[in-house]
């Protein structure tokens, strides 16, 4: 158990609509990172935010938003969903921005659109 | 720049043999390079990372073998066992950089026959 913790695990919505996928980082952990792999596919990386603020950004869609709250949980809002949005999201934790270098990783929250 | 390149795709090793994962960078600036291991249904977890001022570094059975020169970096897995079989990811990334993302390779699915 890596201690990060993402809801839900499943999730099946049709085209046109709206998901929010949550995490809990570990405690203590300052930074959420989002991943998304698709089917057979690497993990490419969405954005990362750190105590609140937005730190780098990736290959995220305009269609997808995320925030880092107060208590340091975090949402990924997906809007407007097409097929290829389907895939596991993974979100991942650190202590610091990622110079201390170890990600732990939830289990993912698996989406599928239908 | 930021791509991580990873072969092979997929990796068939008898049971007791050795596997081997090759990655390769371009961008000179990476000074972080982790491994990590991901079993089906569950997230990516760290494996063993090395910073490029050592050329080998040994967890167990585990042993990346870094060549800075030749950008390049490649985990061995020795004595490699069924339960070993997973998908293995390399990424890289600075350090130094505030909230540098990291970028991983497309992965590696490693089957250990029994």
């Known amino acids: 158990d890596s201690g990060v913790t993402q809801t839900p695990k499943h999730l099946i919505t049709a085209t046109g609509q709206r998901v929010t996928l949550r995490c809990s980082p570990r405690s203590g952990d300052l930074s959420v990172y989002w991943y998304q792999q698709s089917l057979d596919q690497g993990l490419q990386f969405l954005i990362q935010y750190y105590n609140g603020e937005e730190r780098a950004k990736g290959n995220i869609l305009e269609r997808f938003s995320a925030q880092q709250f107060p208590d340091l949980h975090s949402e990924l809002n997906l809007s407007s969903l097409e097929l290829g949005d389907s895939a596991l999201y993974f979100c991942?934790?650190?202590?610091?921005?990622?110079?201390?270098?170890?990600?732990?990783f939830g289990e993912g929250s698996r989406l599928t659109v239908l | 720049q930021q791509q991580v390149k990873q072969s092979p795709q997929s990796l068939i090793v008898q049971k007791g043999g050795i596997s081997i994962i090759n990655c390769a960078y371009e961008?000179?600036?990476?000074?972080?390079f982790p491994w990590y291991q991901q079993f089906p249904g569950k997230g990516p977890a760290l494996l063993i990372a090395i910073r490029p001022d050592v050329s080998e570094k040994k967890e167990g059975r585990f042993t990346i073998s870094f060549n800075k020169s030749a950008k390049q970096f490649s985990l061995h897995i020795m004595d490699s066992q069924p339960g070993d079989s997973a998908t293995y990811f390399c990424?890289?990334?600075?350090?130094?950089?505030?909230?540098?993302?990291?970028?991983f390779g497309p992965g590696t699915r490693l089957s250990v026959l029994p």
């Open positions: 990424a890289a990334s600075i350090i130094r950089n505030y909230g540098q993302n990291f970028v």
């Open positions: 961008n000179t600036a990476f000074d972080y």
């Open positions: 991942a934790s650190s202590v610091g921005t990622g110079m201390d270098g170890e990600l732990f």
